[in-house]
């Protein structure tokens, strides 16, 4: 069985741009969770989308913004790239329909903003 | 708000070493506890969990068991290996109904 795969593996861009990442749920998976995790602020929760629909919100400025397809996909984008943004993006995928905490994570998107 | 806080790393032992990583948490209600687990490139892996006050969660070896009293969850092994070097997160599930993870530490295991 395919794990949660994310696309792109590494990126760099610049600031100002924006960018969109990918996350392959495992197949049957309709919760999708997104993460961003750095040396200084550890693993924070950004979103989580279940059925098309987000259903949970962290505390992101809404330059970060995501959506989940009818196939359970997932996208994040961020916009206006700031130096800061830099960081490994990691999804995660879950079965259940109520969120036990039980999280199957993709091996991560790493965006270097320069 | 909810919040988890582990032992600062980075933790180095020699191979069958006694391993505890310490975590203690901050939340409202009766949170889930996690222990997760990062190795060298990968995500993140679930290692063991525990639901409920006195629930243990065990897999490979490992062990944490939910003190509701002293709001703990410390995880522990009686002999690590080599191959346990990586990246240990607490993590809790609290009424936000999302992951707070602790900061992480790191373990090095000596030959």
């Known amino acids: 069985k395919a794990g949660v795969t994310q696309t792109p593996r590494y990126l760099i861009k610049t600031r100002g741009q924006q960018v969109t990442l990918s996350c392959s749920p495992i197949?049957?998976?309709?919760?999708v969770s997104w993460y961003q995790q750095t040396p200084g602020q550890g693993l924070q929760f950004l979103f989580e989308y279940f059925s098309e629909t987000q259903r949970n919100k962290g505390n992101f400025p809404g330059r970060f913004s995501g959506r989940q397809f009818s196939n359970s996909r997932s996208e994040m984008n961020v916009s206006t790239l700031e130096l800061g943004d830099s960081a490994l993006y990691l999804c995660?995928?879950?079965?259940?329909?109520?969120?036990?905490?039980?999280?199957?994570f993709g091996e991560g998107s790493r965006l270097t903003v320069l | 708000g909810d919040s988890v806080t582990q032992m600062e790393g980075p933790v180095t032992l020699s191979e069958e070493a006694f391993l505890t990583i310490n975590c203690t948490y901050t939340?409202?209600?009766?949170?889930?506890l996690f222990w997760y687990v990062q190795y060298p490139g990968e995500g993140l892996q679930l290692l063991l969990k525990?639901?409920?006050?006195?629930d243990k969660g065990s897999n490979k070896g490992f062990e944490a068991t939910y003190r509701k009293e002293t709001t703990s969850f410390h995880l522990e092994k009686g002999s690590v290996q080599v191959s346990d070097s990586a990246v240990y997160f607490c993590a809790l599930r609290g009424s936000a109904r999302q992951l707070t993870f602790g900061s992480g530490t790191q373990l090095t295991v000596l030959p």
């Open positions: 525990a639901t409920k006050a006195d």
């Open positions: 939340a409202t209600g009766y949170p889930s």
């Open positions: 197949s049957g998976h309709r919760s």
């Open positions: 995660a995928s879950s079965l259940e329909r109520e969120n036990t905490g039980e999280l199957f």
